[in-house]
């Protein structure tokens, strides 16, 4: 019978006839067919009442249908409702998949099957990952989305996925990961917001969003790494800022490091504000001596005269030696020990020019007085005082101010004798000043002041000292001329002659013609004392007289005494100086005068006025 009521059911199905069709199919006990039947035909509330009255287990194929149904109708809601009735989330999670709308899907999954949330969120960022730049939009979605239905979680996870993967826009990177910062901070905690700024703080750095990165560690308290941040980004005042206010113990890193910086990018100017002697040192490496100078001025003298000293240990090496000169001219020279050997280089190598035996050589002899007074003014006032590191510089000093007052002395013909006094005067110090061109300049000069046996017994001497200086050796000098002198047998052989072979030739040709005449005596003139009248040391009393300041000459009689003890000049050579200085207004000679003043003191009649 039931066979015989299935087929007539059936056969009214086909007719359209499903009322009918219906009372036979639960007459042959098929109601699931009749159910089946609605389905087909989308008559769903009757296929839900056949369903509910004779086949309940058939009641979630209807809705099934249904969603599959309202689907198909892009109604989506209705058709999500219809699958939740019928406890299928699962349908409602793939179709929602299928119809690529994620969001509702991970939000159908979440609510009803959590277990599978992790699979489905790994399967959606596989997904976004394949699409570049429209996974960002789609991950800045969900996050939205997740954020506005209070999973923060959630949210943060998808703003972190926004990377260099999915999009090449740094701008929404910063903001993506800015934000998942923010949500962390306000609603995860402090342990899970360290743990997401550990993350997107370096993100940040690595795409030079500095000052984003340091703002997200200071709001976990990360200050080493803001403070890090801040510096990377040459953010060095909010890094120092960061420093004094809240971690007082990171000052010195950040200085060093600004420091650093400054050395690497080669900004002195800005380096001198905070490392004076890193901004000095830089200066120097690059050869900006003016301004390593200029800038050391403003500092102590300590610091002024070890970069003095250095710059002019360069020029010294650069063979520069006036201006190694004008550096101790101009910044003074103070009396270190540790400078002593580049006063005594200077002096050396001024000492051993050429062409400086004439009038026009006044300034650099000057100079070089100027600097030996100074530094010899500043012995006294230190512990080097009376040492023989001073006895030494004020021989110096004395040399200098003869070859200053000699030139001085040579522009005026009124001045000769002065100018030869004081040349003849320097052979008492050939252990210092080169004893060829010594003995030259004196007999030169001698012979053109006319005083020729001076000029023959100085020349024959220069001609036997550059025979010595040839063969090495002062063994086989003869010294017999100058027996009972102040002028030294021993002096320092130079390691070739001062003078060119033409002038050395000249003196020979001249000492032989001389010699030849037998018109000249080869003797030195003696004074009053019976003694070589430029020796200060009497030869039968060992009596020392003081030399004069303006001729270098012994002071015997008509004797002008000064202020400072030891100092004292002929009243002959003085006044004759004065007069030529009063009647040329020679600004050397009056300045000759000053210096004297200065170091000797004033004398007791007063001085001319040469204005």
Same mark, same amino acid.
């Given at each position: 019978?039931?066979?015989?009521?299935?087929?007539?059911?059936?056969?009214?199905?086909?007719?359209?006839?499903?009322?009918?069709?219906?009372?036979?199919?639960?007459?042959?006990?098929?109601?699931?067919?009749?159910?089946?039947?609605?389905?087909?035909?989308?008559?769903?509330?009757?296929?839900?009442?056949?369903?509910?009255?004779?086949?309940?287990?058939?009641?979630?194929?209807?809705?099934?249908?249904?969603?599959?149904?309202?689907?198909?109708?892009?109604?989506?809601?209705?058709?999500?409702?219809?699958?939740?009735?019928?406890?299928?989330?699962?349908?409602?999670?793939?179709?929602?998949?299928?119809?690529?709308?994620?969001?509702?899907?991970?939000?159908?999954?979440?609510?009803?099957?959590?277990?599978?949330?992790?699979?489905?969120?790994?399967?959606?960022?596989?997904?976004?990952?394949?699409?570049?730049?429209?996974?960002?939009?789609?991950?800045?979605?969900?996050?939205?989305?997740?954020?506005?239905?209070?999973?923060?979680?959630?949210?943060?996870?998808?703003?972190?996925?926004?990377?260099?993967?999915?999009?090449?826009?740094?701008?929404?990177?910063?903001?993506?990961?800015?934000?998942?910062?923010?949500?962390?901070?306000?609603?995860?905690?402090?342990?899970?917001?360290?743990?997401?700024?550990?993350?997107?703080?370096?993100?940040?750095?690595?795409?030079?969003?500095?000052?984003?990165?340091?703002?997200?560690?200071?709001?976990?308290?990360?200050?080493?790494?803001?403070?890090?941040?801040?510096?990377?980004?040459?953010?060095?005042?909010?890094?120092?800022?960061?420093?004094?206010?809240?971690?007082?113990?990171?000052?010195?890193?950040?200085?060093?490091?600004?420091?650093?910086?400054?050395?690497?990018?080669?900004?002195?100017?800005?380096?001198?504000?905070?490392?004076?002697?890193?901004?000095?040192?830089?200066?120097?490496?690059?050869?900006?001596?003016?301004?390593?100078?200029?800038?050391?001025?403003?500092?102590?003298?300590?610091?002024?005269?070890?970069?003095?000293?250095?710059?002019?240990?360069?020029?010294?090496?650069?063979?520069?030696?006036?201006?190694?000169?004008?550096?101790?001219?101009?910044?003074?020279?103070?009396?270190?020990?540790?400078?002593?050997?580049?006063?005594?280089?200077?002096?050396?190598?001024?000492?051993?020019?050429?062409?400086?035996?004439?009038?026009?050589?006044?300034?650099?002899?000057?100079?070089?007085?100027?600097?030996?007074?100074?530094?010899?003014?500043?012995?006294?006032?230190?512990?080097?005082?009376?040492?023989?590191?001073?006895?030494?510089?004020?021989?110096?000093?004395?040399?200098?101010?003869?070859?200053?007052?000699?030139?001085?002395?040579?522009?005026?013909?009124?001045?000769?004798?002065?100018?030869?006094?004081?040349?003849?005067?320097?052979?008492?110090?050939?252990?210092?000043?080169?004893?060829?061109?010594?003995? +030259? @300049? !004196?007999?030169? *000069?001698?012979?053109? %002041? /006319?005083?020729?046996?001076?000029?023959? $017994?100085? =020349?024959?001497?220069?001609?036997?000292?550059?025979?010595?200086?040839?063969?090495?050796?002062?063994?086989?000098?003869?010294?017999?001329?100058?027996?009972?002198?102040?002028?030294?047998?021993?002096?320092?052989?130079?390691?070739?002659?001062?003078?060119?072979?033409?002038?050395?030739?000249?003196?020979?040709?001249?000492?032989?013609?001389?010699?030849?005449?037998?018109?000249?005596?080869?003797?030195?003139?003696?004074?009053?004392?019976?003694? +070589? @009248? !430029?020796?200060? *040391?009497?030869?039968? %009393? /060992?009596?020392?007289?003081?030399?004069? $300041?303006? =001729?270098?000459?012994?002071?015997?009689?008509?004797?002008?005494?000064?202020?400072?003890?030891?100092?004292?000049?002929?009243?002959?050579?003085?006044?004759?100086?004065?007069?030529?200085?009063?009647?040329?207004?020679?600004?050397?000679?009056?300045?000759?005068?000053?210096?004297?003043?200065?170091?000797?003191?004033?004398?007791?009649?007063?001085?001319?006025?040469?204005?």
């Amino acid at each position: 019978m039931p066979d015989i009521h299935l087929k007539h059911a059936m056969y009214l199905e086909d007719e359209g006839k499903f009322k009918e069709a219906e009372q036979a199919f639960i007459r042959a006990g098929k109601s699931k067919e009749a159910v089946l039947m609605y389905v087909h035909n989308q008559d769903w509330d009757s296929a839900q009442q056949v369903a509910e009255e004779h086949d309940p287990d058939s009641v979630a194929d209807v809705l099934v249908g249904q969603a599959r149904f309202a689907f198909e109708e892009k109604e989506y809601q209705k058709a999500e409702s219809f699958l939740l009735r019928a406890q299928r989330p699962e349908l409602a999670v793939k179709y929602y998949k299928d119809a690529s709308m994620w969001q509702d899907a991970l939000r159908v999954c979440k609510e009803y099957i959590p277990h599978k949330l992790q699979v489905l969120q790994d399967e959606y960022d596989r997904e976004m990952m394949s699409k570049s730049t429209r996974g960002a939009d789609t991950l800045i979605q969900q996050a939205r989305e997740w954020e506005s239905s209070g999973e923060y979680i959630r949210a943060v996870e998808c703003y972190i996925k926004v990377t260099p993967k999915v999009t090449s826009d740094a701008a929404v990177m910063e903001k993506c990961w800015v934000k998942a910062g923010e949500l962390a901070l306000k609603f995860l905690g402090p342990e899970k917001a360290c743990d997401v700024v550990q993350m997107v703080g370096p993100r940040l750095v690595d795409i030079k969003k500095y000052n984003a990165a340091a703002e997200m560690y200071l709001g976990v308290d990360m200050i080493k790494e803001a403070i890090d941040a801040f510096m990377e980004g040459e953010e060095w005042n909010k890094a120092k800022k960061v420093a004094k206010e809240l971690e007082p113990r990171y000052e010195p890193y950040v200085d060093e490091r600004y420091k650093e910086y400054l050395r690497n990018q080669g900004k002195a100017d800005a380096l001198a504000g905070v490392d004076v002697i890193g901004a000095l040192d830089m200066y120097v490496d690059r050869g900006q001596w003016d301004k390593c100078l200029e800038t050391a001025e403003q500092q102590s003298p300590k610091v002024l005269h070890k970069y003095v000293a250095l710059y002019a240990t360069h020029l010294i090496k650069d063979r520069k030696i006036e201006l190694a000169l004008d550096l101790y001219v101009k910044y003074g020279a103070p009396p270190n020990p540790q400078n002593f050997n580049i006063y005594k280089r200077i002096v050396s190598e001024i000492l051993n020019m050429h062409d400086l035996h004439k009038a026009e050589a006044y300034r650099t002899w000057a100079d070089l007085r100027t600097m030996l007074f100074d530094l010899c003014e500043n012995i006294v006032k230190s512990s080097e005082a009376n040492s023989p590191q001073h006895e030494e510089f004020e021989t110096m000093l004395l040399i200098a101010h003869y070859y200053a007052a000699r030139s001085a002395a040579m522009s005026h013909k009124s001045l000769e004798s002065v100018a030869t006094k004081l040349t003849v005067s320097l052979l008492r110090h050939t252990d210092i000043i080169p004893p060829d061109k010594a003995f +030259y @300049e !004196a007999g030169i *000069i001698c012979k053109a %002041t /006319g005083w020729e046996n001076m000029a023959f $017994v100085f =020349s024959n001497r220069y001609l036997d000292i550059v025979e010595a200086i040839e063969e090495g050796s002062l063994d086989m000098l003869d010294n017999s001329d100058f027996q009972e002198t102040d002028i030294p047998f021993e002096f320092p052989l130079p390691e070739k002659p001062h003078l060119s072979d033409s002038l050395h030739e000249e003196v020979k040709e001249w000492v032989l013609a001389v010699s030849m005449d037998q018109k000249v005596e080869q003797v030195l003139p003696t004074d009053e004392r019976d003694t +070589y @009248e !430029a020796s200060l *040391i009497a030869a039968n %009393t /060992g009596i020392r007289s003081l030399p004069c $300041v303006i =001729s270098g000459y012994p002071v015997l009689r008509n004797k002008l005494e000064f202020k400072r003890p030891g100092k004292a000049a002929n009243k002959d050579d003085w006044n004759k100086f004065l007069m030529a200085t009063k009647v040329s207004h020679s600004a050397e000679c009056q300045d000759v005068l000053k210096f004297i003043g200065q170091w000797c003191g004033a004398t007791p009649n007063p001085s001319y006025s040469f204005q």
